[in-house]
Nanobody, 123 residues
């Protein structure tokens, strides 16, 4: 399973960005996909996850970010609105088929990772 994250860039506070995660897996719909981020000097942290129709968000992004998936395109999206400088990080997408109904939020619960895309939010 390979994942390709894209869509990062440099934006100003208050702007929006949409990240995409393309997954090369024929049984894509059976996989939970999550977004994580890692700022310089910090640990990788959970942002959002989706598994079938169930979504889950970190408190810091709830009401600003929306995760969605298009199974026909094998792609998961992360729509990020009202971006803040604190959102600056490398964003990674990850996938796992181990969980049937839940949307995992721990790094160790995911088996496959993309290469990351940098999001920089200036104040």
């Amino acid at each position: 399973v390979q994942l390709q994250a894209s869509g990062g860039g440099l934006v100003q506070a208050g702007d929006s960005l949409r990240l995409s995660c393309a997954v090369s897996e024929r049984a894509f719909s059976n996989y939970a996909v999550g977004w994580f981020r890692q700022a310089p000097g910090k640990e990788r942290e959970f942002v959002a996850a989706i598994n079938w129709g169930r979504t889950r968000y970190a408190d810091s992004v709830k009401d600003r970010f929306t995760i969605s998936r298009d199974n026909a395109k094998n792609t998961v999206y992360l729509q990020m609105n009202s971006l803040e400088p604190e959102d600056t990080a490398v964003y990674y997408c990850a996938a796992t088929s181990r969980y049937y109904s839940s949307s995992p939020r721990l790094v160790r619960e995911y088996d496959y990772w993309g290469q990351g895309t940098l999001v920089t939010v200036s104040s």
